[in-house]
């Protein structure tokens, strides 16, 4: 039963285009967001929040969108560039401690950005 | 800084053997996650302490998992008698101050249980 849900496995871009990566999520309780990266060999790393009390959030190329009523957030990259390529993570969490509570991740989205 | 550190990065073991994976987290940090990534289940957290008390374990999948936090700069994720479903990537994350959102992540463990 998956809590947090990132219905594309892969999404391929052009370089240069946006790139749009979305999660929905089913817990109600949920109200911190986070976007992970990952490349391979390694492990994820932080890229974005934001939490239930917002509904943007921007971070340079990186734009998180939430919509709690369609329980749904996106993440926009603009433009995509090569060095984007790699697994992101949509998580989740109950509570205000944010990171310092457990995350309820996705299983990712392959992003791959073509020359 | 040297991040969140975990031993071994590959582990190749029979099923039945006693598995231990070890984490270091970053001096300083106060929260401990334990994550267990697959393809059919992708990152689910197993465990997570607080100032080295666990909070958390009602991810641990069975009896056979076990995990400790004898200091603040030492956690351990063993099972035994492990099994070939056990295969996966472990990874460790560390946070610090509670309300902090970055969750720190190793570079993960990749488990093979023949």
């Known amino acids: 039963d998956q809590q947090v849900k990132q219905n594309s496995p892969s999404l391929s871009v052009q370089e240069g285009r946006i790139s749009i990566l979305n999660c929905d999520y089913t817990?109600?309780?949920?109200?911190?967001f986070l976007w992970y990266k990952k490349y391979p060999a390694e492990g994820p790393t932080f890229l974005i929040s934001?939490?239930?009390?917002?509904d943007k959030n921007e971070d340079g190329r990186f734009t998180v969108f939430l919509n709690k009523s369609a329980k749904h957030l996106s993440l926009h990259i603009v433009p995509s560039q090569p060095g984007d390529s790699a697994v992101y993570f949509c998580?989740?969490?109950?509570?205000?401690?944010?990171?310092?509570?457990?995350?309820?991740f996705g299983k990712g989205t392959h992003l791959i950005i073509q020359p | 800084d040297a991040g969140v550190i975990q031993s071994p990065r590959h582990e190749v073991t029979e099923m039945g053997q006693e598995v231990t994976l070890r984490c270091k987290p970053i001096?300083?940090?106060?929260?401990l996650f334990w994550y267990r990534q697959t393809m059919m289940r992708g990152l689910e957290l197993l465990i997570y302490?607080?100032?080295?008390?666990?909070?958390?374990d009602s991810g641990m999948p069975e009896d056979r998992f076990s995990a400790k936090m004898p200091n603040a700069s030492f956690s351990t994720l063993k099972i035994q008698p492990s099994e070939p479903r056990d295969s996966a990537v472990y990874f460790c994350?560390?946070?610090?101050?509670?309300?902090?959102?970055?969750?720190?992540f190793g570079p993960g463990t990749r488990l093979l249980v023949l």
């Open positions: 994350a560390s946070v610090g101050l509670a309300g902090a959102e970055t969750q720190y």
């Open positions: 817990n109600s309780m949920f109200d911190y």
């Open positions: 302490f607080n100032n080295n008390v666990p909070i958390d």
């Open positions: 934001i939490s239930s009390i917002k």
């Open positions: 998580a989740a969490s109950v509570g205000t401690g944010g990171g310092a509570d457990g995350l309820t």
């Open positions: 001096s300083g940090h106060n929260s």
